[in-house]
């Protein structure tokens, strides 16, 4: 939680991931920003000081704790409001050791600057004016962001895109509700200002462009997240040779990179720019038999959070009645129109001819592989894409924060009302007061609306030193 | 192992730890930083190039990959010779999200910039005369530092005072044997140019300073790395509970500071400045019995490894005769003029009297303590402290890496050679070889002597980025 709302102090953070390496950045902001700096600093060019320095500008000097040495940095200098939080500030670029590190911040404390909390820089920024709240939110989801699609839409977001779609249909409202109140200041001449019918077509334009909002966000929200893909199926079907196959095709593209996330965001890969999170999944025993186990009902929990379930058979063993019970098993999410199973057929390497009882399952997608040669495995991938790929929602607007989600719920809700208000010739006062409430919901969105307790949980969220 | 050895290509890297995080720094070093960096950096200052910028300046703007934009960027230029490497470098500082750092490397790698190797950046510092060999080593020993001793060891190192000391005394030995070679160049007019007296002495006061040299690396050693310390004794004795004591006391002072090593650097701590490796043992049985596993056999493994040995014994349980069996297995510890060995008197606080028994070990060093109620740990901490101090030499240069006690010990070798030489009446033509070993030896601590070996195996222990 964020306890210094509003304030201007100076305050000072590590803006570079806690560790060892070549360089680390310390952020200093706010109105004390050049004095505590040229109170530590000794410029390298005699008779320079940060406080005199152009913006824009980097010096080479040490960094003294009284008289003693701690490092050589370079001070960059950016001046109020050109910089990231529109106040005076200060990035020192020092020697990448954690001793280093924590000295310099204490020292920065010693002359007077505060621990930056949380989301504080761009709280900050949010404060001055450089975002609105829905820009702000897009620079964490951005650091967060592990896909060319999550990265897209965080910038389009900063970029305002989302912003203006909302303060248009805020604008409208408005105008709206301006006439409404104009009515109400005449309300005993009885006069209608507002043309009833137009109202209504507004209302209606209003409400399909917040619900196609609404929906998008089941996009923005698996785009962000990444799609929820479960690799179920007996333990001898294949499925981790599978799995292997199916990140080893990633792992050979990243692998030219240096300092992937592969390693920490464990199975999480991204195809064609979208991330797929694939779920393991403990075996499972034969339809026949019971969850007989917390193992296999956690696997349940899984399969029934997945997306997508890549169902994976050994086509060698399988027969019809056991397919059968499976698919009747499964039957629950094959049915689900919100998600897609995939019946993988395995080990057609193991084959001379393809067992014909498959062509029963005409309706559900199945595709024949082997995960052991490397044969058909873009197949899967190509279908995993096609599933993003049938949601797009074109050049629309994208929704893909909860909190966004939320708001427009009661938006849409709000809107509703009003419409049931008009239809149903509820007194004007009592419209007014729904016409409000969307108001009031559309600018919490944006940050034209807002309040601490918001602020708080919206910044609290953010890294140190952003 | 560096496979670039001066070569002046242009090589990028990211500088700051991998990982999520408000910024990244990412840096490119090179005769073509300034237009890899154009040709994918739009600056919002109309008609900017990097080309064109000055020195230390920043700019502000957007990278693009062709037509996608990637993100808002601050570019800085350094222009050679006055940056890092002292060639043209760039440093780029992006929103810190690992997909960012992935495309803005892929981006500079397909603009013609190359991947940095471990160390490289630094190893263009020193070909390009910023650095002699031990300053850039001491670059490296400065990022990994977790002290205030070994941080101070490391700037000192950089700043120069080790390498001037090693010139002095090469420069010493090269006018010797210039007067020696002189007489070679004679030989057969049977003259003796330099005064054998005068030789001698100057031998003898070189010879002393390198031992100097040599010896200091106990405390550099202990200063770079953290003075071993074992905590031994019984399981109940109250040996977890005494080490979480004297870990607590800095964790209290560390806690305050963001970003600490505590974590991953399990069990080493600062003590006035100086890091102290406790290292955890597994119980000991009692005297009589025998080794019987390999766990107790580690555990005398890391007691043979350690410095300090404190045991800790339970003196409301402790015999007589327990404490001499104890003792009497540890002897030759006890008796090792390089180790010191503590005996901590456990749980005071449950005795009414002390046990005079104890009393029968007045060569010992003894401390009464009650770890339950943090009494007298202070004290196991001073001695702690005194061990380093007791090893100071002052202001006298300090030797800390591996690498230069082998050259110097090489050097000292090659001078007792020398002197005998001379005692013997050897020839000077054999002399003159054994100084040249000598001069050679010297030469590899600064890299006036040098090869690609050499550098390599420096070099490739840096981090990337460095």
Chains 1, 2 share one sequence.
Do not use: W
Not at 26 to 32: F, T, V
Not at 403 to 416: D, F
Request: aromatic share 8%; glycine share 6%.
């Amino acid at each position: 939680m964020l306890h210094h709302l509003a304030n201007n102090d100076t305050i000072c953070a590590l803006a570079t991931p806690p560790g060892t390496s070549a360089i680390a950045l310390i952020r200093l902001s706010g109105p004390e920003s050049f004095n505590i700096t040229d109170s530590i600093f000794v410029p390298y060019k005699k008779g320079d000081t940060i406080q005199k320095a152009e913006p824009y500008t980097i010096h080479f000097g040490k960094i003294f704790d009284e008289n003693v040495m701690l490092d050589q940095v370079l001070v960059s200098v950016f001046k109020s409001p050109h910089s990231y939080t529109g106040e005076d500030s200060v990035e020192i670029s020092c020697h990448g050791s954690t001793f280093i590190q924590q000295k310099l911040i204490e020292l920065l404390l010693k002359q007077g600057a505060r621990m930056a909390e949380a989301g504080e820089y761009t709280l900050r920024a949010f404060f001055n004016g450089k975002f609105d709240l829905s820009q702000a939110e897009a620079v964490a989801d951005l650091i967060a962001s592990n896909s060319s699609a999550s990265h897209n839409l965080a910038l389009e977001q900063i970029r305002g895109g989302f912003s203006a779609k909302i303060k248009t249909l805020r604008q409208e409202l408005v105008d709206l509700a301006s006439l409404i109140e104009l009515e109400l200041d005449f309300a005993e001449e009885d006069v209608e200002f507002a043309d009833r019918t137009r109202f209504l077509q507004l209302l209606a334009e209003i409400s399909k462009e917040i619900n196609q909002l609404i929906e998008s966000f089941a996009l923005g929200n698996v785009i962000k997240h990444g799609i929820p893909v479960a690799i179920i199926g007996k333990t001898n079907a294949g499925k981790s040779t599978l799995l292997n196959r199916i990140l080893q095709e990633e792992k050979a593209i990243v692998s030219e990179i240096p300092g992937t996330t592969r390693d920490s965001i464990e199975d999480t890969i991204s195809i064609e720019g979208f991330a797929f999170r694939f779920i393991d999944t403990a075996g499972l025993r034969s339809s026949t038999d019971k969850i007989e186990n917390l193992g296999i009902e956690r696997t349940y929990e899984k399969i029934r959070q997945s997306k997508i379930i890549l169902y994976v058979c050994d086509i060698t063993q399988s027969t019809p009645n056991d397919l059968e019970a499976t698919l009747e098993d499964f039957k629950e999410h094959i049915e689900d129109e919100n998600k897609r199973f995939i019946l993988i057929g395995n080990k057609i390497d193991e084959l001379v001819e393809m067992p014909h009882f498959f062509n029963k399952f005409v309706d559900l997608e199945t595709i024949f592989v082997s995960a052991k040669r490397n044969e058909n495995i873009n197949l899967i991938l190509d279908s995993l894409v096609a599933s993003v790929k049938d949601l797009d929602l074109g050049d629309n607007t994208i929704v893909s924060n909860a909190r966004h989600l939320g708001a427009l719920n009661k938006v849409a809700e709000a809107i509703n009302a009003v419409e049931i208000g008009f239809h149903d010739g509820i007194p004007t006062d009592l419209i007014a007061i729904d016409i409000r409430t969307a108001l009031h919901y559309l600018g919490e969105i944006t940050g034209e609306v807002t309040n601490n307790e918001l602020l708080g949980n919206i910044f609290g969220k953010f890294c140190i030193g952003k």
